[in-house]
């Protein structure tokens, strides 16, 4: 079964440079594993970098032994739909790659929110 993204098709990859999604695959696919529901294609800014830690989520500080670079403003990356939302009710929420966001953020957040924060693919 093909992953769907929020608008209804095919799910695209969000990154490989940096490489993300739960399965480090490149895609925000997720599984009953991923308890944080790592579904969203985010473009990170350094305001939500910044929003984030503040959060108690350092997305900043590479860590090597999770296999995590580090990011820096304009990477890419899946991030947790519910992280998002708090940075979208906050005014933090970076934009969003459609086409590369699973329909499960969905269950979290409205089309129309992420609609509002999109970025070409």
Do not use: I
């Amino acid at each position: 079964m093909t992953a769907r993204n929020v608008l209804g098709g095919e799910l695209a990859v969000c990154s490989t440079d940096p490489m993300t999604g739960w399965h480090r695959d490149g895609c925000c696919n997720t599984d009953g594993n991923d308890q944080g529901r790592h579904v969203v294609c985010a473009e990170v800014t350094a305001e939500f970098l910044a929003f984030s830690a503040s959060q108690g989520n350092d997305l900043v500080t590479p860590r090597p032994e999770y296999g995590f670079p580090g990011l820096k403003p304009g990477d890419r990356w899946c991030l947790c739909a519910t992280r998002w939302e708090e940075a979208r009710v906050a005014g933090f929420a970076p934009d969003v790659v459609l086409e590369a966001t699973h329909a499960k953020a969905l269950e979290t957040t409205l089309l129309g929110h992420l609609q509002a924060h999109a970025v070409a693919s």
